[in-house]
């Protein structure tokens, strides 16, 4: 909050708003899933809904047919068991590249876990797919004591939670201004930076693996 009271940054918001009893929360992945959930919101009557606008640009190519953002199960792309990156909203992107990097660089196999909705989230089913990675992280563009990963962490069952390395996210401190690409850059939050993190770290690190994939074609 700069001196006149007043913020432009939206990193606060995830904290907030999953303290408020039966707020639904939706964190779109890019501008379809944005614009197709505006629009289910015109005719839901249920209850609040609270979205997130991503600062991010957006390819208007693909706002024609929009997706279905009425399941509240996580998205899910690969089925590494080494490791599951699990990406509220817009860092699905960040998320699909660092499993490209883990795989062609470290021989570590992932799977990407998108969270679009989350509150409500099917935790079952979240759980079901967490069990079946040896450990995982999750990325953020939110405070990261303000964020999903808080909530999310807090709603699993320890034999999973225990699986945590870490997440990926902004530390509670004033944020310079700046493009995105150059904040996610100098916060360590772009793919190459965590890749490089996991990767020279432990347990990840000091891991062998013999199994390296091909180079992706996704």
């Known amino acids: 909050v700069g001196p006149d009271g007043e913020t432009h940054q939206g990193l606060y918001d995830m904290g907030v708003l999953l303290s408020v009893p039966n707020v639904r929360l939706y964190a779109p992945a890019d501008g379809a899933e944005l614009k197709a959930m505006l629009e289910y919101m015109e005719n839901y009557e249920e209850g609040p809904i609270a979205v997130r606008f991503p600062k991010a640009s957006c390819d208007k190519s693909g706002l024609a047919a929009l ?3 009425t399941s509240i199960k996580p998205v899910i792309s690969g089925q590494g ?3 599951a990156i699990v990406c509220p909203g817009i860092t699905w992107e960040t998320g699909l590249e660092l499993e490209k990097l883990m795989r062609n660089r470290f021989g570590i196999l992932s799977t990407v876990v998108g969270l679009r909705w989350i ?3 099917d935790f079952d089913a979240l759980v079901e797919t967490l069990e079946s990675c040896e450990h995982f992280i999750m990325i953020e ?10 909530y999310v962490l807090l709603n699993l069952p320890d034999r999973i939670a225990g ?10 401190e004033s944020i310079p201004h700046g493009t995105r690409e150059e904040i996610m850059h100098d916060y360590c939050l772009s793919a190459v930076s965590i890749a490089d993190y996991l990767g020279h770290s432990a347990p990840l690190g000091q891991k062998t693996y013999t199994s390296f994939a091909k180079p992706s074609e996704i």
């Open 67 to 69: 997706p279905d953002i």
């Open 81 to 83: 068991k080494d490791l």
């Open 163 to 172: 699986r945590h390395l870490k997440t990926f996210a902004f530390p509670e």
């Open 119 to 121: 509150r409500p989230l």
């Open 141 to 150: 563009d939110s405070y990261i004591h303000s964020s999903a990963s808080a």
